[in-house]
């Protein structure tokens, strides 16, 4: 398939050839962008919450009052659930909340992630990103005039110093480079802006997967 190029002031510089096997799917699978998504995100998961379980609560754990002749239920410890200031049951412990993706299910699903793009017409290629001078302000009306109010950015192998720093400060504008594409961030974003160097470095990969 073949998209226009641009430049950042709006003017057309030339077209590129995509490669329909990564950006030319038309059956988008909802099912692996899920899977993709939820594995993002457990991953991310810090999975610090703790609670004191019976054995690290400070509480005393002498016998509340004798076994029998009192009427009431038998008891051993101020430690225990049902008491306050006692231990939780059944709490949440440290853990790692990620699993497992096979690599061929990742790749298909950013491959499927990239085409949902293209066929909504919400993907651009830029010419290039590189800036005179780091500032904020001028970039954001110049983004404003492009229509990129919330919008993914990826540099290239390496993102432009100054429109990165420029760019950083503007809500919802995230800039990345090649190595840090994936499926999340590309379906939160209403426009997906690739760079010429982006996107023959994303060709390239697949390419290399393929003929592996």
């Not at 029998?68 to 231990?87: D, I, N, Y």
């Not at 699993?99 to 830029?126: M, N, Q, Y």
């Not at 390496?158 to 190595?179: K, Q």
């Not at 997906?192 to 990969?205: F, G, N, Q, Y």
Request: proline fraction near 3%; hydrophobic fraction near 40%; charge should be positive.
């Amino acid at each position: 398939m073949k998209l226009s190029v641009i430049k950042l002031d709006g003017k057309a510089s030339g077209d590129v050839e995509l490669s329909d096997a990564v950006f030319g799917i038309t059956d988008i699978r909802g099912d692996l962008l899920a899977r993709y998504v939820n594995w993002q995100l457990a991953k991310r998961r810090a999975g610090t919450h703790k609670v004191q379980t019976r054995n690290e609560n400070s509480r005393t754990g002498k016998k509340m009052y004798k076994q029998k002749g009192t009427g009431g239920a038998r008891h051993g410890s101020r430690r225990a659930p049902q008491f306050v200031g006692g231990s939780r049951a059944f709490g949440p412990i440290v853990r790692d909340h990620g699993f497992s993706l096979p690599k061929k299910v990742r790749a298909l699903a950013l491959r499927h992630a990239l085409s949902s793009k293209a066929k909504a017409g919400d993907l651009i290629v830029v010419d290039s990103i590189a800036l005179k001078d780091a500032k904020t302000a001028g970039l954001r009306v110049t983004l404003g005039k492009l229509g990129w109010n919330k919008a993914l950015i990826i540099g290239g192998p390496e993102v432009d110093t100054n429109f990165g720093l420029a760019a950083r400060n503007i809500p919802h504008i995230d800039v990345l480079p090649n190595a840090g594409l994936n499926v999340y961030d590309i379906l939160r974003a209403d426009k997906l802006v690739l760079t010429k160097a982006a996107v023959e470095a994303i060709e390239a990969r697949f390419s290399e997967k393929e003929a592996a």
